[in-house]
């Protein structure tokens, strides 16, 4: 068990996610729904046994507006998956509301899950161990009950999106058991009409005005459309006596290119 948790926390950095020698990608998918274009999942078998999965869509848990859901408009290939070893498959899917559906602009989701089924039809009624693993853009988790499920993000946009995100009660408090440990603690509360990932930069200043070397870069909490984002962040102590930190918040992107600070704030420690 340690080994494969091992392997989710090192190939979830990559653009895939690597679990039992079956890679997926891409992990998370980003798309504009009028275009109506077929997206595709692949899943990768380098692997010595064959693999087979239920393909279902699921409302994301933390979706608390039914209409934003588009997992109902979404028609998809195959229902049942099967990929012998050495071999890779392909699930396709396009999102196509109805004509009668008015859509509001900004972004609609849903979960695309892979179920995995047991090799024997005996065993469907009784599969055994099981462990979920989520690939929401907040991290990875686990959780032991059946065979493997993998959910994937689906995130279509409609018309014009903007974020509007308002960032209240930061602070960085030290840890009551460890002095040598922090947290960044606050909330994000989403007005706008598309989920945004956003990254802190802190600059330490000590008490003779000495400033830390590096800024420390924390990928923040995704902020959902239609719901707040708790940050509770813990870290290292980047330098001794620290009299204040600097804290900037950008949209998150694989390169930071053109970004542009949309938070800026001081905090006395």
């Not at 009409?193 to 990254?199: D, G, L, Y």
Request: glycine residues 4%; charged residues 30%.
């Amino acid at each position: 068990m340690l080994r494969y948790f091992l392997r989710v926390v090192i190939f979830y950095m990559f653009i895939g996610l690597s679990v039992l020698c079956v890679d997926f990608t891409p992990t998370t998918f980003h798309f504009p729904i009028e275009n109506r274009q077929t997206q595709e999942l692949s899943v990768i078998n380098s692997g010595n046994t064959p693999v087979r999965y239920r393909v279902v869509m699921k409302r994301p848990g933390n979706q608390k507006d039914s209409d934003l859901y588009m997992g109902d408009w979404i028609r998809y290939y195959p229902k049942i998956l099967s990929v012998p070893p050495k071999s890779t498959r392909v699930v396709r899917f396009r999102v196509t509301p109805p004509k009668t559906q008015k859509l509001e602009t900004g972004e609609y989701r849903a979960i695309l899950s892979l179920e995995e089924i047991a090799s024997k039809d005996e065993d469907y009624n009784n599969p055994g161990q099981k462990v979920d693993i989520k690939t929401e853009d907040k991290g990875t988790s686990l959780s032991m009950d059946t065979l493997f499920v993998f959910d994937f993000s689906l995130y279509g946009s409609y018309g014009k999106v903007s974020p509007k995100l308002e960032f209240k009660n930061f602070n960085i408090v030290q840890d009551e058991k460890n002095k040598d440990k922090l947290w960044l603690k606050g909330e994000i509360v989403n007005k706008g009409n598309v989920s945004k990932k956003t990254v802190a930069y802190i600059t330490f200043e000590d008490r003779s005005g000495k400033k830390s070397k590096e800024k420390l870069e924390l990928i923040l909490p995704i902020s959902i459309r239609e719901n707040t984002a708790l940050v509770n962040l813990y870290f290292e102590k980047p330098m001794e006596n620290i009299r204040k930190a600097d804290l900037e918040i950008k949209y998150w992107t694989p390169l930071e290119v053109g970004e542009s600070i949309i938070e800026q704030k001081s905090i006395e420690l």
